[in-house]
């Protein structure tokens, strides 16, 4: 997989594995360490030790000694979050929202090893389902200290991406090598049904405050998911549109529907998503930026982009995956890309082929005439009760 992010990543990331590799006291290609091999030759072959105290030695080493867990060697064992490819670098997490969760069984705290490219990078961390703090990856290798005491418990542990996607249409990614703890990174996988979320700056978080603050995980995306009780897929981008968005975006000849089967369309315009784990419900919030940007001109060519979009995700998901799309929240829901995209699900078979809208309370109190966070809360509110209702979950 030959992402952009690769030439940029690439030599600090060989650094940063070999680096851990050295000056950590246990460290290993994705297995637990051998404790014998943690002594050194001398204390092994010391004359005056007996048979019973090295072994009792190497019994106390074994429970003290951290483990180096390198990602690449252990994904089949982490629940991996949105569209995060695991490649020879590591796990690479880009959209919002987007991360990891794994399952530790052991003592003490935890270090991650990781870096950011183009920009750095905020991360929510979760420990069995609560928040506990955010860590910031740097644009330098770093490794990363939780904060944490394990108990010698099994704890899942989250990582939630709160920072965009992109900053001026350059990926900003962040690459996860390696987790660092005393006792076992175990098998894990949720079983929570999984919503994809499809959409622009509403659906990635950026306006919420009128500063321009910018949080993936304060999302109404990402709230609801949460409020559900379900896991969460983002695939969303500031300025996007279904046919048609910014002026940037024109420029690159950038839209949802060209791209929306890429697993992420600024690493590479080849690199076909496939999802191991299929969406139970897709949510669609995108039509702001038709509206915005001429796209209520274009009738004939918005309607194929939205037959192109709803074929492209099922080819994705299925056939049966559910399709809810949500209009409203920061334009008129009552505008000519909204109705027009009515007019395509309904003649997709609407309802009874699973396709679904439904209009939401407008806001524009946030920066740029977004929604503020108090309006994404409300949102989200309404889209459960109605998910609930319609029996999408």
């Known amino acids: 997989m030959k992402h952009l992010i690769r030439l940029i990543a690439v030599l600090t990331l060989m650094s940063l594995m070999l680096g851990a590799c050295l000056s950590l ?37 074994a429970k003290s000694e951290p483990v180096n867990y390198v990602i690449k060697n252990n994904s089949d064992k982490i629940n991996i979050i949105g569209r995060c490819p695991v490649t020879d670098l590591g796990l690479i997490s880009g959209w919002s929202a987007s991360g990891f969760e794994m399952k530790v069984k052991g003592e003490g705290d935890v270090t991650v090893g990781a870096l950011s490219t183009t920009k750095n990078a905020d991360y929510l961390v979760f420990v069995d389902g609560e928040e506990h703090s955010t860590v910031t990856v740097p644009t330098s290798a770093t490794k990363l200290t939780l904060g944490l005491d394990l108990d010698g418990e099994e704890h899942i542990i989250g990582f939630y991406r709160i920072t965009n996607n992109e900053k001026s249409l350059k990926a900003a990614t962040t690459i996860f090598v390696s987790v660092l703890f005393n006792g076992e990174l175990c098998e894990y996988e ?47 981008t500031s300025g996007i549109g279904v046919y048609i968005g910014t002026t940037r975006h024109q420029n690159a000849g950038a839209n949802m529907s060209k791209y929306y089967d890429l697993t992420n369309y600024l690493w590479s315009s080849t690199d076909r998503y496939i999802a191991k784990k299929k969406a139970d419900l897709v949510v669609i919030n995108l039509n702001t930026n038709d509206n915005d940007h001429g796209g209520n001109n274009n009738e004939t060519e918005y309607k194929a982009a939205v037959n192109t979009l709803i074929q492209k995700v099922r080819d994705v998901h299925g056939d049966d995956v559910k399709i809810l799309w949500v209009v409203g929240m ?38 740029g005439t977004h929604p503020d966070l108090e309006a994404n809360g409300v949102v989200a509110d309404e889209l459960a009760a109605y998910i609930k209702s319609k029996g999408l979950i």
């Open 330 to 367: 920061m334009r008129s829901a009552d505008s000519n890309v909204n109705n027009w995209m009515k007019e395509v699900l309904t003649g997709l078979g609407g309802e009874a082929n699973g396709l679904y809208v439904t209009t939401v309370t407008q806001n524009n109190e946030g920066a």
């Open 190 to 236: 949720s079983g929570k049904k999984l919503i994809e979320f499809v959409g622009d700056s509403i659906t990635c978080g950026s306006g919420l405050y009128n500063n321009g603050d910018f949080s993936g995980t304060l999302a109404y995306s990402f709230t609801l998911a949460q409020k559900l009780g379900c896991e969460h897929s983002m695939v969303a």
């Open 25 to 61: 006291t246990a460290c290993s290609d994705g297995k637990d360490t051998d404790p014998e091999d943690s002594i050194t030759e001398a204390e092994s072959e010391t004359d005056t030790e007996t048979e019973t105290d090295t072994e009792a030695e190497t019994e106390s080493t």
